[in-house]
T-cell receptor
Framework: AQSVTQLDSQVPVFEEAPVELRCNYS??????LFWYVQYPNQGLQLLLK??????LVKGINGFEAEFNKSQTSFHLRKPSVHISDTAEYFC??????????FGQGTTLQVKP | GAGVSQSPSNKVTEKGKDVELRCDPI?????LYWYRQRLGQGLEFLIY????????KSGLPSDRFSAERTGESVSTLTIQRTQQEDSAVYLC??????????FGPGTRLTVL
């Protein structure tokens, strides 16, 4: 069975600093990987996805993630964060059915 | 409409009552998913519909939970004899084959 682990429940960071949100998955079958963002009092929004091809995936708002099959990781990165990036970030994995298995979420708190 | 819609947006009910939550997927999306997000936790998969196939009910937490979908249109999630631990935001998502999931705004259920 698939599982997704987000290693950090909270990540505080200063504005304009780089950030990495960690995600590991376990699956014995083909896997598709996603990062979603949830801003306060808003719905889920897709940041980026890995389906196949290049292991470096670029998403919206300057975020990117790298699929690492040998380490079963899909860490999310941004070189310089903004106050408006403060939100909850969810890593998720799915197989061919599209059913998403989510991690527990990481709260990114950007401080001025 | 352009996106997935859910109703009601908020529902407050008393313990022991039944509730029905509605999801209108994006037109043409063959797959529909229900998830639950309890306070401070990640999203849990509940149930998945794909066309006319039998639904994947593997995520339903108890037999008090059921869901229906008519063809490729509206879905309803019913919770019978609600308990306080059912309090959560219930999210619906839909997708075409080989696309990402698009999430609705959710229904916030509070069981008193």
């Amino acid at each position: 069975a698939q599982s997704v682990t987000q290693l950090d429940s909270q990540v505080p960071v200063f504005e304009e600093a780089p950030v990495e949100l960690r995600c590991n998955y376990s699956s014995s079958v083909s896997v598709y990987l996603f990062w979603y963002v949830q801003y306060p009092n808003q719905g889920l929004q897709l940041l980026l996805k890995y389906l196949s091809g290049s292991t470096l995936v670029k998403g919206i708002n300057g975020f990117e993630a790298e699929f690492n099959k040998s380490q079963t990781s899909f860490h999310l990165r941004k070189p310089s964060v903004h106050i408006s990036d403060t939100a909850e970030y969810f890593c998720a994995a799915s197989g061919n059915t599209g059913k998403l298995i989510f991690g527990q979420g990481t709260t990114l708190q950007v401080k001025p | 409409g352009a996106g997935v819609s859910q109703s009601p947006s908020n529902k407050v009910t008393e313990k022991g009552k039944d509730v029905e939550l509605r999801c209108d997927p994006i037109s043409g999306h063959t797959a529909l998913y229900w998830y639950r997000q309890r306070l401070g936790q990640g999203l849990e998969f509940l149930i998945y519909f794909q066309g006319n196939s039998a639904p994947d009910k593997s995520g339903l937490p108890s037999d008090r939970f059921s869901a229906e979908r008519t063809g490729e249109s509206v879905s309803t999630l019913t919770i019978q004899r609600t308990q306080q631990e059912d309090s959560a935001v219930y999210l619906c998502a839909s997708r075409r084959t080989d696309s990402e999931q698009f999430f609705g705004p959710g229904t916030r259920l509070t069981v008193l």
